[in-house]
């Protein structure tokens, strides 16, 4: 098994590398289209790193980490399960870019939204809106007698 790597991005500006030993496959039967070789081939992938200990990560990144992924995670282990191709080879490549991909976006940090305000054209519009709309319901109104 190789070494993963996830991508540069915010909040890991050069990327990182996360050792191969650090990273534990396990295989199984998956469920599903196969035919005959569904009950025989372990071709479901289990792709499992304690973000807790490992050493890609410095503490900052590993605190975000945690604190994002925290609903994915049994206690510091993220685990991610790859069982939607036929082979083995395909799902482990797999389980393998979806980890990458999740801690990429994991690692960034948050946007801070800055309010805004609506422009005076913005508001102007809408308020004319707001007056076209009055119009065509009271113009569906029965007329009144006089």
């Not at 605190?63 to 395909?90: F, M, N, P, W, Y």
């Amino acid at each position: 098994m190789q070494d993963l790597v996830v991508p540069a991005g915010p909040g890991a500006p050069r990327g990182f590398r996360i050792p191969a030993a650090e990273l534990t496959e396990q295989f199984s039967r998956a469920s599903g289209p196969g035919g005959q070789g569904v009950n025989t081939a372990d071709s479901r992938v289990q792709l499992s790193l304690d973000l807790g200990t490992t050493s890609a990560l410095d503490d900052v990144q590993r605190k975000r980490v945690l604190h994002r992924l925290a609903a994915q995670l049994a206690g510091t282990v993220l685990t991610i399960d790859a069982a939607e191709h036929r082979s083995q080879r395909q799902n482990r490549k797999a389980a393998r870019q979806r980890m990458a991909a999740l801690l990429r976006e994991a690692v960034m940090p948050e946007v801070v939204r800055r309010p805004t305000r609506p422009t005076r054209g913005s508001k102007r519009r809408r308020l004319e809106a707001k007056r076209q709309r009055s119009e065509i319901k009271r113009n569906r109104q029965r007329p009144r007698p006089e």
